[in-house]
């Protein structure tokens, strides 16, 4: 292209086939939309900001940048700072039941880092892993990314089915090509809602020692149960090291932190070192301290209570919201925990084509297919509450509700079905 006396030349770039399987994410193109006017958003899964401990925060901030500073604001380590490490350790311990040395654990840029990691850690492209049907998005894009493909269980109101999972095991082991690993949410699952049962996980401990294959436990919501008693992780029953366990500290600290973990073998962690180092050196410095004092002042423990009180209102909320306006040929999950509800409403309805009405409409959510590796079905949503208030999450249901009138009423009266 000419400009003035000069000729401007434009590169033509070559890009990797590894991102010919990424796709834009519904959820981060939403975002975007958060703070549009009038609009109520279920989308995104962020916390309230009501739950983030300022106040807190910034008492360590100022101790750090008095104290600290000169180790703060350094490079870091890769496999993140000791003292992190072993307060990471007391609260797995404390929490979840799990054993385990510093060494065994790797302070990540977020659990998304983590998901990255063990995807190209564990999974040569090509190979395959097994996921509940639906599964986090996070992780549709982390193995995506790795060109891993996806085999989903179906799950039911107590978590994946393994009966299912022990039949597709059985399957593959007939045809040569186990999976890699199996990943599973067991409490409040994004998108789902559901618990894994104790049972269920019993039985797949049982599954991962018969087969030889290793369990991927992801664990950011277990913290935030609002009903029922805590089920034990899976990796507290495991009983020779076939579970990497991850956790974050995004909906119990806050989310712009970025600081999530990782917990495996030696071996297994050595090799995530090696891929961090390429991603990123190491996760923030800074961020880790702030981590590291919110564990050892014991800040989190007092917060949780508070995170909860605030949470279980607005579930309460949703479900009584949802049961006063659904359709009646509607379900959902009843959660007793974490930060969303899965609607299935009429099969005649595609989800994704109907949100650019939802959104005209004042409301916003994630369409079901997002969360179906191979966009094994349409009729699915993903609703939000932890965001919302209490007066948004009404609003938006009735919103929600009068879109999918509009959109049954407008396939009904289509050509296709008079015939």
């Not at 070559?14 to 939403?30: A, C, D, G, H, Y």
């Not at 892993?129 to 107590?158: C, F, H, Q, R, W």
């Not at 500290?249 to 961090?276: Q, W």
Request: aromatic share 8%.
């Amino acid at each position: 292209m000419l400009t003035g006396n000069y000729y401007m030349i434009y590169m033509k770039f070559t890009f990797s086939s590894m991102l010919s399987e990424m796709k834009p994410s519904e959820i981060r193109e939403l975002l975007k939309m958060a703070n549009t006017k009038g609009l109520i958003s279920f989308g995104g899964g962020m916390p309230d900001p009501a739950t983030f401990p300022v106040e807190e925060l910034e008492a360590i901030m100022a101790d750090i940048f008095k104290n600290s500073s000169a180790n703060a604001f350094q490079y870091g380590v890769t496999q993140g700072i000791k003292p992190l490490r072993e307060q990471i350790r007391r609260l797995v311990k404390e929490t979840e039941n799990i054993d385990c040395t510093e060494d065994q654990i790797n302070v990540t840029s977020g659990s998304q880092q983590a998901l990255y990691a063990v995807s190209k850690v564990l999974v040569e492209p090509g190979r395959s892993v097994i996921t509940e049907l639906p599964t986090y998005v996070g992780a549709i894009s982390a193995n995506n990314a790795n060109k891993v493909n996806m085999v989903g269980i179906e799950m039911d109101d107590n978590g994946m089915r393994t009966d299912l999972l022990e039949d597709k095991l059985s399957k593959m082991k007939a045809g040569g090509k186990l999976p890699e690993f199996i990943y599973v949410i067991p409490n409040f699952h994004n998108p789902a809602g559901y618990t894994l049962s104790l049972e269920r996980r019993k039985h797949l401990i049982e599954l991962a020692v018969d087969y030889n294959v290793p369990i991927v436990e992801d664990n950011p919501y277990g913290e935030l149960r609002y009903y029922g008693s805590k089920i034990p992780s899976i990796k507290s029953m495991d009983p020779d090291n076939y579970v990497i366990y991850m956790g974050t500290f995004s909906k119990v600290m806050t989310p712009g932190l970025r600081i999530g973990y990782v917990l495996g073998d030696a071996e297994f962690i050595s090799k995530v070192n090696l891929l961090k180092q390429a991603l990123d050196l190491s996760t923030n410095t800074l961020s880790e301290y702030i981590a590291y004092e919110y564990l050892k002042r014991d800040i989190m423990k007092k917060q949780i209570p508070k995170n909860i009180e605030i949470y279980r209102k607005k579930r309460d909320a949703m479900l009584k919201a949802l049961s006063d306006n659904f359709p009646s040929n509607s379900k959902w999950s009843k959660p007793d925990g974490g930060m969303f509800v899965w609607a299935t409403v009429d099969p005649a309805i595609d989800t994704t084509r109907m949100l650019a009405r939802s959104v005209k409409n004042g409301v916003a959510y994630i369409s079901g297919v997002s969360f179906h590796p191979n966009a094994e079905k349409r009729n699915n949503m993903r609703i939000n509450f932890s965001y919302p208030s209490v007066e948004d999450i009404h609003e938006g249901i009735r919103r929600l509700s009068k879109t999918l009138e509009e959109e049954a009423a407008e396939i009904e009266s289509s050509p296709a079905k008079a015939q």
